[in-house]
């Protein structure tokens, strides 16, 4: 998995409060509302312990602050432990935490020790981010061709991008994919009633996931202006100059919005 690094999540407070808002301007609904219509779950005051783990590549700087700012940025309760690991996970227990957030270079979990609800981050990030795609109002693309709406191109079919096409599928988009690795493209078109993007014959469109850790792989061709990109994928799949010439409205973010979909998925029913 491509690791974050301290640089990754030197701007994330901001990035949160802009994708926050620009969720909302998408879809109608803040992170957090649409996280809890997602699962169907709420926030009953959970306490929530972060524990910094040092297995593998150790504790990268700012991963724990930036979950802590994450989760008292939605009004929410959270502590990081002083201790790691297990000793952390025995500080979180005991000082009350109902929920653990802890990650290693391989897993990134929420587990809800009252309900023993679990999320990983991965699958959870592959859904909210799909979910902005399937959640924009037809009304953000003025004056698009109505057979555009539905049709969603998934780069990077990963991970973070299955779970992301699973649930483009489920909520009943055409979808279009591609992936650099020419055997998972072959896998996933056997697999999933999807059709394969094809360089040779490009075809544009208004709604593009993205879920790889290479930058601009967003292609001129593959965009009507005006399109909605959603992409976890760091670095970011666009350049600046890309962006402004066809007008693409970009929800990306480092850590916070994969995070609160993890949280929601390990809430209690509402
Ligand atoms: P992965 O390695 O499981 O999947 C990446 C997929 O992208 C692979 O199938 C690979 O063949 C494909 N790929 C690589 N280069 C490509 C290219 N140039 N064009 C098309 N396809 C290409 O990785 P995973 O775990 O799915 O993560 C993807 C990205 O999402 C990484 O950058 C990771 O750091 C990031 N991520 C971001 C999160 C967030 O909250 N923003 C949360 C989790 C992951
Ligand atoms: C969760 C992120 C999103 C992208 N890559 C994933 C990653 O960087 N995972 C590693 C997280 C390690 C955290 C470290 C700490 O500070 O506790 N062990
Ligand atoms: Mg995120």
């Known amino acids: 998995m491509a690791l974050l690094t301290p640089d990754d999540l030197k701007n994330m407070k901001n990035a949160l409060v802009r994708n926050d808002r620009l969720i909302e301007k998408l ?13 169907g779950t709420a926030w009953r005051h959970e306490k929530i312990g972060i524990i910094p783990i040092t297995a ?26 002083e201790k790691t690991d297990v000793a952390g996970y025995y500080e979180a227990v005991t000082a009350g935490a109902d929920i653990i957030l802890m990650a290693d270079d391989y897993t990134f979990a929420a587990h809800n020790i ?6 990983h ?6 859904i909210v981010y799909s979910e902005v795609l399937v959640r924009t109002r037809d009304e953000f693309f003025k ?8 049709r969603v191109l998934a780069i990077g079919i990963g991970k ?14 055409d979808v279009c994919v591609y992936d650099a690795d020419p055997a998972v493209l072959d896998r996933i078109v056997e697999e999933f009633d999807v059709r394969r993007y094809d360089p040779e014959k490009p075809q544009s469109f208004l709604k ?11 292609r001129e061709e593959m965009l009507i202006p005006g399109a909605v990109l959603s992409t976890p994928g760091i670095p970011c799949a666009i350049g600046k100059e890309k962006r402004v010439k066809y007008n693409v409205t970009t929800v990306q973010e480092p850590l916070g919005i994969g ?10 029913k509402a």
């Open 160 to 173: 973070v991008g299955r779970p992301a096409l699973e649930n483009l599928i489920a909520r009943g988009c």
């Open 208 to 218: 593009i996931f993205e879920a790889t850790p290479c930058a601009d792989t967003i």
């Open 259 to 268: 995070t609160m979909s993890m949280l929601y998925q390990v809430f209690d």
């Open 121 to 126: 981050n991965q699958i959870c990030t592959g």
């Open 56 to 81: 593998g590549g150790g504790i990268i700087g700012r991963f724990s602050e930036s979950l802590l700012h994450t989760i008292r940025h939605f009004g929410m309760e959270g502590f990081i432990t």
């Open 114 to 119: 009252r309900n023993g609800k679990i999320a």
């Open 143 to 150: 004056g698009a061709d109505s057979g555009s709406l539905n």
């Open 27 to 39: 879809t109608g609904t803040d992170l957090k509302t649409m996280c809890a219509d997602i699962y």
